[in-house]
């Protein structure tokens, strides 16, 4: 089973930068989509932003404009860049590969990783 491991997360100040890392041993994100998840508290988790096999993006509608997507050259890192931060961009992030569904994901559907906090103060 892949085994994705997200890095890079903290507690920083509203308008502040953050990015954030996904990796797997020996993975390569090379499936037909990979993609970030991000889990509000007492919320379920939504995308947030996606990447496919051709280097497409596709970013939700709150952090479009904010966040940027990417993939090292050898596409063994999956990367978010969280620009411009607001508070309500607190909770947990996760990367995933081939999610089933993009506003209410099942976990045992596709690969996770298990979630990296992130922590906006106003």
């Known amino acids: 089973a892949v085994q994705l491991v997200e890095s890079g997360g903290g507690s920083v100040q509203a308008g502040d930068s953050v990015r954030l890392s996904c990796s797997g041993s020996?993975?390569?994100?090379?499936?037909?989509?990979s993609g970030w998840f991000h889990q509000a508290p007492g919320k379920g988790r939504q995308g947030v932003a996606l990447i496919d096999y051709v280097g497409g993006t596709f970013y939700g509608d709150s952090v479009r404009g904010r966040f940027i997507i990417s993939l090292d050259d050898d596409k063994k890192t999956l990367y978010l860049q969280m620009n411009n931060l607001k508070p309500e961009d607190t909770g947990i992030y996760y990367c995933a590969v081939n999610w089933d569904s993009w506003s209410r994901p099942s976990t045992t559907s596709g690969y996770w990783g298990q979630g990296t906090q992130v922590t906006v103060s106003s």
């Open positions: 020996g993975y390569t994100f090379d499936s037909y989509k």
